[in-house]
């Protein structure tokens, strides 16, 4: 089974630039995450998709990031314009239906220079 | 939200037992889960409770749960330096929504 892939996998842009991420997750996966993990600290959620319907986006800072899932399979995360405070690896990670365990990717580590 | 808290560090010897501890706030976690981190890589998942058990053994892991105390505990046998990593502690609360702790680096000397 094909695991969960991401890319680029490594990203460096200067502040006021605007990037996207990838995500694609495993085949017949319904809940699809993006993280932001800041160093030294664990992941945190940025927004939560339940097929292509948004589940949880609270601690999404939507005046500069957004997240889609189109047709409920892949996902892109965009930041415009990036921070310095964005450098950060952004993981993605999808689930199957129910409670049950998340699959993680590689992740994309951003830095804004 | 939910609180899940963990030790930053955690130094043991090659062949030794190490214990990671974790604690969390919220008690309708169906799951609790633990994963592993290396330098450069996303998380791996290495085990899980479902919160109505105890203790779960999976080969050189063991994990103890007590609900009462919200308190879940890893403990890998025979530590090798292979294991040295960082290692999160994660619940699941409703409607799927994970929380992680800041992770316990474990560091294994020979």
């Known amino acids: 089974e094909a695991g969960v892939a991401q890319s680029p996998r490594y990203k460096i842009i200067e502040k006021r630039q605007s990037v996207a991420f990838w995500c694609n997750p495993i085949s017949g996966h319904a809940t699809l995450y993006w993280y932001q993990q800041i160093l030294g600290q664990g992941p945190k959620l940025l927004i939560q998709f339940q097929n292509n319907g948004v589940v949880d986006d609270s601690q999404l800072p939507k005046d500069r990031f957004s997240a889609e899932r189109l047709k409920g399979v892949d996902s892109t995360l965009k930041i415009q314009p990036a921070k310095l405070e964005d450098s950060a690896v952004y993981l993605c990670?999808?689930?199957?239906?129910?409670?049950?365990?998340?699959?993680f990717g590689p992740g994309t580590r951003l830095t804004v220079l | 939200g939910e609180d899940v808290e963990q030790s930053l560090f955690l130094s043991v010897r090659e062949g030794d037992s190490s214990v990671i501890n974790c604690t969390y706030t919220?008690?309708?976690?169906?799951?609790l889960y633990w994963y592993k981190q290396e330098p450069g890589a996303g998380l791996q998942l290495l085990t899980y409770i479902f919160s109505n058990m105890d203790m779960k053994q999976d080969q050189r892991l063991t994990v103890l749960l007590n609900k009462k105390d919200k308190h879940l505990s890893l403990r890998i046998a025979d530590t090798q330096t292979g294991d040295s990593a960082i290692y999160f502690c994660?619940?699941?609360?409703?409607?799927?929504?994970?929380?992680f702790g800041s992770g316990t680096k474990l560091n294994v000397k020979p």
């Open positions: 994660a619940t699941n609360g409703n409607f799927n929504k994970f929380y």
């Open positions: 919220d008690s309708s976690s169906t799951y």
């Open positions: 990670a999808s689930s199957p239906e129910g409670p049950d365990t998340q699959y």
